[in-house]
């Protein structure tokens, strides 16, 4: 941490203190909503609960010229705090599906009549899908955080998020920040990027803060409080994409003094996170982003990416193109392979450049002895290209145009031999148009996590667009994809279930939710197998934009 402090005081001194305390307001445009009006209920719906007309609206910031068509819900805040109630379901539910689908995303992004700039900005929404029976009972709620709460309750931004830095009211109060980022008490609890299910049955919301790990009810989507690790190993960022199963659940925790990453495991109904083993960088000032990292069943895959950490730019009042990262291509790209029973590092191979958000799965490969001679590790790879997170601000988002602007993906898949080779592979899986040169929000059957698979289900791209806008499923045996497309829509993340006693790898469903043109949303549900549409269900408003979600069964 001194490193980090002394860091701070030279950047202090080379006058790396923002000029401007006062954040350009970003024209944004949201629909308008009358403080004391209750929503009206919709002739769709079986059943409207009284939480949808007794919790407090949002209001939402006005328009400076108020638009006669309907707006894409896919990038305004959500309505309300809260809402539940029974949709009408068009189309046959499967019987066998019952439980609940949640879905994590930054949902509200202004506070009061400041617009927050970057996707990943907004505070917490929650969405609910119950299934039971046939029938589907839907409900959102925004998340608890202390980071949302202290926004409510002054009306302005209280902690650091993304790209947001609060507005200090004077220099004094810009050296306290700086005292209270160095020791993480300024950094966001937001916990808007994913939720998982733990094996001892609690539901977790996480974010890239380890301060930002928050409880929460499935059924009531209540925040019930923070999940605290009850360790000693510290740390003030994780990966935002643990892997958990019922037995276990691991992270890489970045270590921006020392640069490397610390391999943690967790075991079931504990909170207390165990030291595996240590992966220090092979090139560049600080360790690479490790927003997720895949396994195998004997091994972690660590990934060592030339976009890295970044103190200066996260010391700076106003965000880089790059925001808290720089990219270093000259420190090249490696990925590292540590075995889980004994912390060893096996391969340490050199690759060629890669930036990725999401990793898809990994497994291993072996000969005809079955001794493993390689791994083979799959992302969602953005053909090195680091303007994806620039395109990601809201402004951009919001102000298609109809120019094809979104940057080409594809499925990379890293392959890595363990017979001592200092280079490993990176190609594309399949060929990208396959799926329109769009790849992200990933998921496969949880049933085949470490093992060699054939199915994977993503967001693709029907061009032109500036947003992945298409379902895909990925088969990587036959090298083709299936893609659903709604024109003019914005699906988010196709997530899987599988039929339970399933013996196929795609025998199930595929769960998204939709933002479409009208400014409506509703919920898909695909055939895992044909990837046809076999139900949907309509909101009773359209929803922003969500980003990861989890399957909790039904008890």
Request: aromatic letters at 10%; proline letters at 6%; charged letters at 25%.
């Amino acid at each position: 941490m001194a490193s980090f402090a002394s860091l701070a005081t030279k950047i202090y001194c080379n006058k790396i203190l923002s000029d401007r305390f006062d954040h350009d307001k970003d024209e944004s445009y949201f629909g308008k909503v009358k403080v004391n009006e209750k929503p009206k209920k919709n002739l769709d719906l079986k059943l409207v609960t009284n939480v949808a007309s007794q919790l407090p609206v949002i209001v939402l910031p006005p328009d400076e010229v108020v638009k006669k068509e309907k707006k894409l819900a896919a990038w305004t805040s959500v309505r309300q705090e809260r809402w539940e109630g029974e949709l009408v379901v068009e189309g046959d539910l499967p019987l066998w599906l019952n439980g609940t689908y949640l879905r994590n995303g930054p949902g509200q992004w202004h506070i009061g009549n400041y617009n927050f700039r970057h996707l990943f900005d907004g505070y917490a929404t929650l969405v609910r899908l119950h299934f039971e029976n046939g029938r589907l009972i839907m409900g959102h709620r925004q998340i608890e955080s202390e980071a949302y709460k202290a926004a409510k309750h002054n009306n302005k931004i209280c902690y650091r998020e993304f790209s947001e830095v609060p507005k200090p009211d004077n220099f004094l109060s810009y050296i306290g920040d700086m005292a209270k980022l160095l020791s993480g008490a300024s950094l966001t609890d937001n916990a808007n990027t994913g939720v998982v299910k733990l094996g001892d049955g609690r539901v977790v919301c996480l974010t890239e803060t380890i301060k930002g790990s928050i409880i929460i009810d499935p059924d009531t989507l209540d925040t019930i409080g923070k999940f605290e690790f009850s360790d000693s190993l510290g740390g003030l960022i994780h990966s935002a994409h643990p892997i958990v199963t019922d037995s276990e659940f691991w992270t890489l925790i970045p270590d921006l003094i020392n640069p490397g990453y610390l391999v943690v495991r967790m075991e079931q109904g504990t909170n207390e996170r165990k030291y595996i083993g240590r992966v220090s960088c092979r090139g560049g000032p600080a360790p690479g982003w490790v927003h997720s990292f895949p396994v195998t069943e004997h091994y972690i895959i660590v990934p060592e990416m030339p976009l890295r950490y970044c103190a200066q730019n996260l010391l700076k009042a106003e965000p880089t193109p790059l925001y808290k990262f720089e990219w270093h291509p000259h420190s090249k790209g490696f990925m590292h392979v540590m075995c889980k029973a004994s912390g060893n590092i096996v391969a340490s191979v050199e690759v060629p450049l890669f930036v990725t958000f999401h990793f898809i799965n990994a497994y291993e490969e072996k000969d005809e002895d079955g001794r493993v001679t390689a791994v083979i590790a799959d992302c969602c790879e953005h053909s090195a290209d680091t303007t994806i997170l620039d395109k990601l601000r809201l402004e951009n988002l919001r102000s298609f145009n109809g120019e094809d602007v979104l940057p080409d993906a594809r499925v990379g898949r890293f392959r890595i031999a363990l017979d001592g080779s200092p280079y490993g592979e990176l190609e594309a899986a399949l060929d990208p148009n396959e799926h329109g040169r769009g790849m992200d929000m990933c998921s496969f059957n949880p049933c085949y996590l470490g093992k060699k698979y054939r199915y994977a289900y993503a967001c693709g791209a029907k061009r032109p667009c500036n947003f992945p806008n298409t379902l895909t499923k990925i088969d990587l045996f036959e090298k083709k994809a299936k893609n659903w497309y709604d024109e003019g829509a914005v699906p988010s993340e196709p997530f899987f279930v599988a039929r339970p006693g399933a013996t196929e790898e795609d025998d199930g469903v595929v769960i998204s939710m939709i933002s479409d043109k009208n400014g409506e949303g509703y919920a898909l549900i695909l055939d895992g197998s044909t990837f046809e549409e076999i139900a949907r269900a309509k909101f009773p408003y359209g929803l922003p934009y969500g980003l990861h979600g989890c399957w909790v069964p039904k008890k």
